[in-house]
């Protein structure tokens, strides 16, 4: 089979494009204007992935592009603050999340070819998420069972599929939410299989990790460099909890999606992630640090107590039940074995946090 990958040069697409050119034939494209993007071009190509430059907000880019098989949308703008920070307008961040897809599901109409989306968890909304009563064990948030009724889709195990998706979401959840329907109604519309997988935080070496995406990455970076970092909100002690997974854990349920082509029987939208056994506070993030990196200055500015910022949420924990009964995934990868990898890659690559920019 031959796959089309989105956004190639980023950790995601390279990761994926690594594991799957074992087996298929890969070809991808970047626009390569995130910074330290462009490490990754001479890795891929020597495994004899075909890397092209294009932009999935041209359209003119993308129908140039090679027929294929199949689409995985990895592209997107990843940050929950794009749009709102200063850093991306809001009508960028919508042209590259949503009308890039767009321009991908018209190849895929155009080609016959099959489309896996790599959504987000954050298509949850965002006023039940924060409003989750919550008791602190182990320096680090857990849902307080015991304190009232919750939301539908909420359970020791995590946030399933039920729960809740009205907006507000923020402006980067909504677009990738409105890119999930447009490629459902392309895929019942036009006859093509697609698939969205929605990703809890994915982590691991080489991401291009900061304070607002990777976070996993950019706090073991900072606090190998003695860079300095901070608790924001919710009083200011590291407690609020993420899982992570490793991206190339999304390989075995892809390959099972790929020859599943259209199948009425399976669900086409699952949770993917490390779940509550991949889960950890930034205060044990921080212990885990101390531990194997030793005690160095990012302590000395740990403590901090303003007011969160905008589409922060206390703890969000993805429920992947429905992808284990459904396609009997499983994340493969350890915590410790992502933060370890993290850690050897920090070692290796100390001026990393300067090549990406951050």
Same mark, same amino acid.
């Given at each position: 089979?031959?796959?089309?990958? =989105?956004? $190639?040069?980023?950790?995601?697409? =390279?990761?994926?494009?690594?594991?799957?050119?074992?087996? *298929?034939?890969?070809?991808?494209?970047?626009?390569?204007?995130?910074?330290?993007?462009?490490?990754?071009?001479?890795?891929?190509?020597?495994?004899?992935?075909?890397?092209?430059?294009?932009?999935?907000?041209?359209?003119?880019?993308?129908?140039?592009?090679?027929?294929?098989?199949?689409?995985?949308?990895?592209?997107?703008?990843?940050?929950?603050?794009? +749009?709102?920070?200063?850093?991306?307008?809001?009508?960028?961040?919508?042209?590259?999340?949503?009308?890039?897809?767009?321009?991908?599901?018209?190849?895929?109409?155009?080609?016959?070819? @099959?489309?896996?989306?790599?959504?987000? =968890?954050?298509?949850?909304?965002? &006023?039940?998420?924060?409003?989750?009563?919550?008791?602190?064990?182990?320096?680090?948030?857990?849902?307080?069972?015991?304190?009232?009724?919750?939301?539908?889709?909420?359970?020791?195990?995590?946030?399933?599929?039920?729960?809740? &998706?009205?907006?507000?979401?923020?402006?980067?959840?909504?677009?990738?939410?409105?890119?999930?329907?447009?490629?459902? !109604?392309?895929?019942?519309?036009? @006859?093509?299989?697609?698939?969205?997988?929605?990703?809890?935080?994915?982590? +691991?070496?080489?991401?291009? @990790?900061?304070?607002?995406? +990777?976070?996993?990455?950019?706090?073991?970076?900072?606090?190998?460099?003695?860079?300095?970092?901070?608790?924001?909100?919710?009083?200011?002690?590291? *407690?609020?909890?993420?899982?992570?997974?490793?991206?190339?854990?999304?390989?075995?349920?892809? !390959?099972?999606?790929?020859?599943?082509?259209?199948?009425?029987?399976?669900?086409?939208?699952?949770?993917?992630?490390?779940?509550?056994?991949?889960?950890?506070?930034?205060?044990?993030?921080?212990?885990?640090?101390?531990?194997?990196?030793?005690?160095?200055?990012? !302590?000395?500015?740990?403590?901090? =107590?303003?007011?969160?910022?905008?589409?922060? $949420?206390?703890?969000?924990?993805?429920?992947?039940?429905?992808?284990?009964? &459904?396609? @009997?995934?499983?994340?493969?990868?350890?915590? *410790?074995?992502?933060?370890?990898? $993290?850690?050897?890659?920090?070692?290796?690559?100390?001026?990393?946090?300067?090549?990406?920019?951050?």
């Amino acid at each position: 089979m031959t796959i089309l990958i =989105s956004g $190639i040069a980023g950790f995601v697409g =390279s990761t994926l494009a690594k594991c799957l050119a074992a087996s *298929h034939e890969v070809v991808g494209f970047d626009s390569f204007v995130r910074p330290g993007s462009e490490t990754n071009r001479q890795d891929l190509q020597s495994r004899g992935i075909r890397i092209l430059h294009a932009d999935v907000r041209s359209r003119s880019d993308i129908e140039a592009l090679p027929p294929v098989e199949w689409v995985i949308d990895a592209a997107a703008n990843p940050s929950v603050l794009a +749009g709102v920070d200063g850093a991306t307008s809001s009508r960028q961040l919508v042209e590259h999340n949503l009308e890039g897809t767009v321009n991908l599901l018209e190849f895929c109409k155009i080609h016959d070819a @099959g489309f896996t989306l790599l959504s987000t =968890s954050r298509v949850y909304s965002i &006023a039940p998420l924060a409003s989750l009563p919550m008791r602190v064990e182990n320096e680090a948030f857990l849902p307080d069972f015991g304190a009232g009724a919750m939301p539908p889709g909420v359970s020791a195990a995590g946030v399933s599929e039920v729960f809740p &998706a009205q907006p507000p979401v923020s402006l980067y959840g909504a677009t990738k939410l409105a890119s999930e329907t447009l490629a459902l !109604e392309y895929g019942a519309t036009f @006859g093509f299989p697609v698939w969205i997988n929605r990703c809890g935080v994915l982590a +691991g070496a080489g991401q291009f @990790g900061k304070a607002d995406q +990777g976070i996993f990455s950019f706090w073991i970076h900072s606090w190998a460099r003695g860079r300095p970092l901070r608790y924001i909100g919710f009083g200011g002690n590291g *407690h609020q909890v993420r899982d992570c997974l490793h991206p190339r854990d999304l390989v075995s349920i892809m !390959e099972k999606q790929f020859q599943a082509g259209t199948s009425p029987s399976l669900p086409q939208i699952v949770n993917l992630s490390g779940g509550l056994p991949n889960s950890l506070s930034l205060a044990g993030l921080s212990a885990w640090c101390r531990e194997h990196l030793g005690p160095g200055k990012s !302590e000395r500015t740990l403590h901090d =107590s303003p007011d969160p910022r905008p589409f922060d $949420i206390p703890w969000m924990v993805l429920d992947s039940t429905l992808a284990a009964d &459904a396609w @009997g995934w499983r994340p493969a990868t350890p915590l *410790h074995a992502v933060l370890d990898e $993290i850690a050897r890659h920090a070692r290796d690559n100390p001026h990393w946090l300067d090549l990406t920019g951050r």
